[in-house]
């Protein structure tokens, strides 16, 4: 048996899976998000906390030892931790906004293309390097007092382990290393004014690190692996490995990625290039900033169940009559397939006469077109995989698969922690058959009217977007 933790932004999970890869359990805990003025932070005690928690509740419910334990859970944000992986202060948040004119700087005098340049990172408000440099200027004593800079699993990997921090390549990719030679560019670190706090910056774990649980959550000496953190992790989970495969994850964050071989440093600075375990292949990603939580916030707004959603999207046509939503809700605006950190969502066409199910509706679509964007930037030429949340609603699927105009291989389940046991089992050598472990749940079809009707919504879409882009400048 297996287990895979996941440490998500608002929801920590652990799964266990038997031999085939069929899920047995899952247990989960919510943690908070403080946000304030575009500052988005997290209390890593209670995440830690959180992570301990659904590991005792996973081990009361299934009988037997875990074999082996794999770990992942959000990227980027800042995590500063002394040298016994205690928090320092809060963590930064990858949704954290605090940095936006830090960034504006950078875009306007050339240094964010030339990042991306050496990198493969188009930086965003959230990420290591604004954040760092945000904290070098206004918070220097956490810094000095900080022994490490980590993400967010690398933190709970060393305290369930004690074993020195170290983060992966995976985690490594944003906005420090270069994806060539899978190791720190130290003139990007100068280049952001970072190189008195290079110290900070974990060492590589090339491939992912390994050790043994000391008993909290776990029974002391159970080996686990650390990392790759989610994006790669449930590409894995979902059998994206030949190039041109697209994996869609549709969570609190809408990400969009493509495996490939090539590595493509021109074109528009936006995503970033995830450096994966086997050298030479790499995840083109365009990580856009908000999925499930644009709609999350219009349900509140409008106080709607998240279980009346499949029911709602029935009840008005493809265009909302009229309803139009750019779903960009982030504090720190967009990251991908191209950064504006003062962009903000729009709701257009709206009057007395539109309807809950009409703003619903149109959210989805704002979604769904935004995920095309993204796919189609990250250069999507094969299948289509695509899990998160959002796969629980069966009707969103099948507007995605219309929006999108091709199939989708529904993978559900925690396809996180699924990637999360291949990636471990890979590094301990335990023989798993990956095709079984990341069967599709079912294939949406697209229906070809709709795909034609939404194929001219999209370039509306982008029309609109085009304008709203200019304004938030």
Not at 6 to 11: A, H, K, N, R
Not at 311 to 331: E, K, Q
Not at 381 to 410: E, H, I, K, N
Request: charge should be negative; hydrophobic fraction near 45%; glycine fraction near 12%.
């Amino acid at each position: 048996m297996y287990v895979g933790i996941d440490v998500g932004t608002s929801t920590v999970k652990a799964a266990a899976f038997d031999d085939s890869g069929h899920q047995l359990a899952v247990a989960a805990r919510p943690v908070g998000l403080s946000m304030r003025g575009g500052f988005v932070e997290q209390d890593m005690d209670e995440v830690y906390g959180a992570v301990v928690a659904v590991l005792d509740e996973l081990s009361a419910e299934v009988d037997g030892p875990f074999e082996l334990a794999g770990l992942t859970g959000q990227g980027d944000g800042v995590w500063l931790v002394d040298a016994e992986g205690r928090p320092v202060r809060a963590a930064a948040s990858w949704m954290d906004g605090r940095a936006h004119e830090l960034l504006d700087q950078w875009l306007a005098d050339g240094t964010f293309e030339t990042v991306f340049r050496r990198t493969g990172s188009a930086m965003f408000p959230g990420c290591p390097g604004p954040l760092l440099a945000w904290l070098a200027a206004h918070e220097p004593r956490s810094l000095d007092a900080a022994a490490t800079a980590l993400y967010c699993k690398d933190m709970v990997f060393q305290r369930l382990t004690g074993v020195r921090a170290t983060t992966d390549v995976s985690d490594a990719s944003m906005p420090f290393l270069d994806p060539r030679t899978r190791s720190y560019d130290n003139g990007v670190v100068e280049l952001l004014g970072l190189t008195r706090r290079r110290r900070l910056l974990a060492p590589v774990s090339d491939p992912v690190a390994t050790a043994e649980t000391r008993g909290e959550g776990l029974p002391a000496g159970t080996r686990i692996a650390n990392g790759p953190y989610d994006l790669p992790a449930c590409a894995l989970g979902a059998g994206v490995t030949e190039p041109g495969d697209g994996l869609l994850i549709v969570g609190t964050c809408l990400a969009s990625l493509v495996a490939t071989t090539e590595l493509d440093l021109s074109g528009e600075p936006a995503g970033l290039y995830i450096s994966l375990d086997r050298p030479g292949h790499w995840l083109r990603a365009m990580p856009a900033m908000v999925g499930t939580a644009a709609l999350d916030w219009v349900l509140s707004t409008t106080g709607v169940r998240h279980e009346e959603v499949d029911g709602l999207l029935a009840a008005t046509p493809p265009g909302a009559n009229g309803v139009r939503v750019l779903p960009y809700f982030a504090p720190s605006g967009e990251r991908a397939p191209f950064v504006e950190p003062r962009l903000r969502a729009e709701l257009t066409g709206v009057s007395l006469e539109s309807t809950p199910a009409d703003l619903i509706r149109a959210t989805c679509e704002g979604i769904g077109y935004a995920a095309r964007h993204c796919l189609e930037a990250a250069g999507l030429t094969g299948s289509l995989a695509v899990c998160g949340g959002g796969t629980r609603s069966p009707a969103w699927m099948r507007l995605l698969a219309d929006v999108l105009g091709r199939p989708l291989r529904v993978v559900e389940g925690e396809v996180g922690a699924r990637g999360a046991v291949l990636a471990a089992a890979e590094r301990y050598g335990v023989p798993l058959d990956a095709g079984a472990w990341t069967r599709p749940t079912e294939v949406v079809e697209p229906d070809a009217g709709r795909a034609a009707f939404y194929a001219k919504g999209f370039e509306d879409h982008l029309a609109r977007l085009a304008a709203a882009r200019d304004r938030s400048r």
